[in-house]
């Protein structure tokens, strides 16, 4: 506000200097044309010499003079006298009217301008600046009179006028910034209200305090400001929220593993040491650290896919990489395993990621079917997505269980999808989906059981 009021005291302060100039300039060029144009007019009726009123010539220079005093109706700014010389004789004649000032009566100024050589010139006088012309008539042949015009114009006058104008110009503008001042610092008040608010809020904020809300009054942009920023502070208690809930599975997690090899260690007898429960515990404790750095891994690559080099997308055949998939996910059980679908198409993603998704899917529906139970792969490219799903005719997924199963740390309910893994691996493919700026779908497949498939932008040629 207060660099706006300083550009308004500068554009105020402009406006009047430049009012100030023109008013000015138009002064003195009003004063020059007035001058001139009285000087213009004598000189015409000198020239003639003939009397406007009568037709007949005049009979001397004197008589010139006074009848052209006669005439003239000068403005209350000017003053006119006419001189009759004739040799060192010389008469001063006036008009009779009230001027500006006694010019006939001042010689000590009326004799530097009859002495002057220029036709025209300023002289300073007690009632201001008076610019002055003059001009110079002859009368009749053989009488040897010269008679001398004299214009005067008191342009103090119009400067004074100018310059109460402009005083009260500047009056007004300062009345109005000062009411503009006000009227801004209300205004500006209330237009900032909601961001003191915000920031209120925002200084109230701690890890373990996201309550805080603003409140959203109107529709302006302040309002989308103050509901953008609640949506925000949602966002970050739910971050806090999901961050401590994983913190909290993560430790649980850990512990079990923990737990099971520090009892098993502490049951090994060093005197009477059994080589057959010394190599079953040592079996237990390699699968229960096997367990922990799975978990680690899992948990590292989660926290990369926040990163945004977390995947490094390029060309790759949807074909040949759905072929590469099925000859990898074949190894991981003795199923019946069929190629269901193969999309065509050279889309933009990362082979290695997908292909890790793809796996960590084929390998839930291995832990969740019988032997030589049918899984199904397929992809395909269509309307910009290129996809990519496993099918089984396991038990399938509960509605219960389908709200929840990508979370962190989530298993179903269902006692043969019990198997002893995490909860991580449906995280990361949802991650890996997320990180392509696509998704995970979950449907039941017709016959029973369910299909996992991942949704992927589809950029490159041969998209549909």
């Known amino acids: 506000m207060g660099w706006l009021i300083l550009l308004m005291a500068v554009v105020l302060l402009s406006v009047a200097v430049v009012t100030r100039n023109l008013l000015l300039h138009q002064a003195e060029s009003s004063a020059v044309a007035a001058l001139e144009?009285?000087?213009?007019?004598?000189?015409?009726?000198?020239?003639?010499?003939?009397?406007r009123a009568t037709g007949q010539?005049?009979?001397?220079?004197?008589?010139?003079?006074?009848?052209?005093?006669?005439?003239?109706?000068?403005?209350?700014?000017?003053?006119?006298?006419?001189?009759?010389?004739?040799?060192?004789?010389?008469?001063?004649?006036?008009?009779?009217?009230?001027?500006?000032?006694?010019?006939?009566?001042?010689?000590?100024?009326?004799?530097?301008?009859?002495?002057?050589?220029?036709?025209?010139?300023?002289?300073?006088?007690?009632?201001?600046?008076m610019r002055w012309v003059k001009v110079t008539a002859t009368g009749p042949a053989g009488q040897g009179a010269e008679g001398i015009f004299v214009v005067g114009y008191f342009i103090d006058r119009d400067r004074a006028?100018?310059?109460?104008?402009?005083?009260?110009?500047?009056?007004?503008?300062?009345?109005?910034?000062?009411?503009?001042?006000?009227?801004?610092?209300l205004v500006a008040g209330r237009?900032?209200?909601?961001?003191?608010?915000?920031?209120?809020?925002?200084?109230?904020?701690?890890?373990?305090?996201?309550?805080?809300?603003?409140p959203v009054e109107g529709n302006d942009e302040f309002a989308a400001l103050a509901e953008q920023f609640n949506a925000m502070l949602e966002r970050l208690e739910k971050a806090f929220a999901t961050q401590r809930?994983?913190?909290?599975?993560?430790?649980?997690?850990?512990?079990?593993?923990?737990?099971?090899?520090?009892?098993?260690?502490?049951?090994?007898?060093?005197?009477?040491?059994?080589?057959?429960?010394?190599?079953?515990?040592?079996?237990?404790c390699t699968d229960e650290l096997d367990r922990m750095s799975r978990i680690v891994d899992d948990l590292l690559l989660l926290a990369k896919a926040e990163r945004p080099d977390f995947v490094q997308l390029k060309p790759v055949e949807v074909a040949e990489l759905t072929s590469d998939i099925y000859a990898k996910i074949r190894a991981l059980g003795d199923r019946r395993w069929r190629l269901e679908s193969i999309g065509e198409g050279r889309v933009m993603l990362d082979e290695q990621r997908v292909t890790q998704a793809v796996v960590q899917l084929a390998h839930n529906a291995v832990q969740h079917t019988e032997t030589d139970g049918e899984i199904l792969l397929g992809s395909s490219v269509y309307r910009g997505w290129a996809s990519f799903w496993i099918a089984d005719r396991?038990?399938?997924?509960?509605?219960?269980?389908?709200?929840?199963?990508?979370?962190?740390?989530?298993?179903?309910?269902?006692?043969?999808?019990?198997?002893?893994?995490?909860?991580?691996?449906?995280?990361?493919?949802?991650?890996?989906?997320?990180a392509h700026h696509g998704g995970v779908r979950l449907v039941p497949t017709s016959g029973g059981g369910a299909t996992f498939g991942l949704e992927l932008p589809a950029r490159g040629e041969g998209v549909q």
Do not use: C
């Not at 144009?37 to 009397?51: L, P, T, Y």
């Not at 006028?161 to 610092?185: D, K, N, P, Y």
């Open 57 to 129: 010539p005049f009979g001397s220079v004197r008589e010139l003079l006074r009848n052209h005093l006669q005439r003239q109706y000068p403005d209350d700014d000017e003053v006119i006298v006419g001189v009759v010389r004739n040799g060192a004789a010389r008469e001063v004649l006036r008009q009779e009217r009230e001027a500006p000032m006694r010019l006939y009566d001042r010689p000590e100024l009326l004799d530097p301008i009859l002495a002057a050589t220029s036709t025209s010139g300023s002289i300073g006088t007690a009632a201001g600046e």
């Open 191 to 214: 237009i900032l209200a909601p961001v003191r608010l915000a920031r209120a809020a925002a200084a109230h904020i701690t890890e373990h305090d996201f309550t805080r809300r603003v």
């Open 394 to 434: 396991g038990p399938g997924v509960s509605q219960e269980d389908a709200a929840v199963i990508f979370d962190r740390f989530a298993r179903g309910s269902n006692a043969k999808r019990t198997s002893g893994g995490a909860g991580l691996g449906l995280a990361i493919v949802q991650a890996i989906a997320r």
């Open 245 to 284: 809930e994983f913190l909290d599975d993560a430790g649980h997690e850990l512990r079990t593993p923990i737990t099971i090899i520090r009892g098993h260690l502490e049951l090994l007898d060093p005197v009477n040491d059994d080589p057959d429960e010394r190599l079953a515990a040592v079996r237990v």
């Open 161 to 185: 006028e100018v310059h109460r104008t402009i005083r009260t110009l500047g009056l007004v503008s300062l009345l109005g910034l000062i009411l503009t001042a006000g009227a801004s610092w």
């Open 37 to 51: 144009q009285e000087a213009r007019e004598f000189s015409g009726v000198a020239a003639s010499g003939v009397d």
